[in-house]
């Protein structure tokens, strides 16, 4: 059960479909919703950045203009959400990066929501955005990560789901996170791609044990086995497309990253291409 659900306050363009996401999740479970946003300045960069190891590189009313930009954005977090009708929520500044920022609320939450490009709107006296969220946040952190498509139509998230199931610990995560969602979809489609090449994995009928788990988790599955000799990220994003699912539910970096970004990987096509909100988990 989602209680304490953290979103991503940037100012992006794509802050308003996350948040409405986030928003329709709190509402549905009765959660308290955290707005976080973060300066940028790390303690270091505050350190470089005023002259304590030298020379004053920024002015102090920069530095305050960088906290009322920051203090805006969290301002207009809370006129949204009252409006989206959320009982229960609070906003957090957070003298750091936006990475440190979501990892240190994500302990005491249950769920993160952050956008699927994830970069950071420009902020007055930092040059660098934040890029590869949802990854660093799915990868460091301990808590599961909604990833909001940018142009989302807020379409609600207990519609069809697909959840891809190849054996691994992360899926099982992912999917253990994502029971509250999928004990309310209308259907579940448990995906596996290519199930022959990890048959020691699935053993002689492939889904059949995590289908059964799921159904006395009161959740309406079936199993779908896909063949290809494309991408199983592909495969996956086809099979939700077709489903019109509302939600896709994958483990996130099964394999070391460094061979994710060599060869590819089904956590970089989904967090690449998927226009359905994609629950990841590592």
């Given at each position: 059960?989602?209680?304490?659900?953290?979103?991503?306050?940037?100012?992006?363009?794509?802050?308003?479909?996350?948040?409405?996401?986030?928003?329709?999740?709190?509402?549905?479970?009765?959660?308290?919703?955290?707005?976080?946003?973060?300066?940028?300045?790390?303690?270091?960069?505050?350190?470089?950045?005023?002259?304590?190891?030298?020379?004053?590189?920024?002015?102090?009313?920069?530095?305050?203009?960088?906290?009322?930009?920051?203090?805006?954005?969290?301002?207009?977090?809370?006129?949204?959400?009252?409006?989206?009708?959320?009982?229960?929520?609070?906003?957090?500044?957070?003298?750091?990066?936006?990475?440190?920022?979501?990892?240190?609320?994500?302990?005491?939450?249950?769920?993160?929501?952050?956008?699927?490009?994830?970069?950071?709107?420009?902020?007055?006296?930092?040059?660098?955005?934040?890029?590869?969220?949802?990854?660093?946040?799915?990868?460091?952190?301990?808590?599961?990560?909604?990833?909001?498509?940018?142009?989302?139509?807020?379409?609600?998230?207990?519609?069809?789901?697909?959840?891809?199931?190849?054996?691994?610990?992360?899926?099982?995560?992912?999917?253990?996170?994502?029971?509250?969602?999928?004990?309310?979809?209308?259907?579940?489609?448990?995906?596996?791609?290519?199930?022959e090449s990890m048959a020691d994995l699935h053993g002689e009928e492939p889904g059949a044990d995590m289908a059964l788990h799921l159904a006395r988790h009161g959740v309406k599955v079936e199993?779908?086995?896909?063949?290809?000799?494309?991408?199983?990220?592909?495969?996956?994003?086809?099979?939700?497309?077709?489903?019109?699912?509302?939600?896709?539910?994958?483990?996130?970096?099964?394999?070391?990253?460094?061979?994710?970004?060599?060869?590819?990987?089904?956590?970089?096509?989904?967090?690449?291409?998927?226009?359905?909100?994609?629950?990841?988990?590592?």
């Amino acid at each position: 059960m989602y209680k304490t659900i953290v979103v991503h306050v940037d100012g992006s363009p794509e802050q308003e479909t996350r948040l409405r996401a986030a928003a329709r999740l709190a509402d549905e479970y009765g959660a308290h919703l955290v707005g976080s946003a973060a300066t940028g300045i790390s303690w270091l960069d505050y350190a470089l950045l005023t002259g304590s190891m030298g020379a004053p590189m920024m002015p102090e009313s920069d530095f305050n203009g960088v906290r009322e930009a920051v203090q805006l954005r969290l301002q207009q977090f809370a006129t949204a959400v009252q409006r989206l009708g959320v009982a229960s929520f609070e906003t957090r500044m957070i003298e750091d990066d936006a990475r440190y920022a979501l990892l240190l609320e994500s302990r005491y939450a249950d769920l993160v929501v952050v956008s699927r490009t994830a970069e950071s709107a420009p902020v007055p006296g930092l040059l660098t955005p934040v890029r590869g969220l949802p990854e660093y946040i799915a990868l460091h952190g301990a808590r599961p990560v909604l990833v909001v498509p940018p142009g989302w139509p807020d379409l609600p998230l207990g519609g069809p789901a697909v959840v891809g199931w190849d054996g691994s610990v992360q899926a099982i995560r992912a999917i253990a996170a994502a029971l509250p969602l999928l004990r309310q979809a209308q259907t579940v489609k448990l995906t596996l791609v290519n199930p022959e090449s990890m048959a020691d994995l699935h053993g002689e009928e492939p889904g059949a044990d995590m289908a059964l788990h799921l159904a006395r988790h009161g959740v309406k599955v079936e199993v779908v086995l896909e063949h290809t000799r494309g991408s199983p990220g592909d495969a996956l994003l086809a099979v939700a497309r077709g489903a019109g699912a509302g939600l896709l539910v994958a483990g996130a970096f099964g394999h070391s990253r460094y061979r994710e970004f060599v060869l590819g990987g089904v956590t970089r096509a989904l967090l690449a291409h998927s226009t359905t909100p994609l629950l990841i988990a590592h």
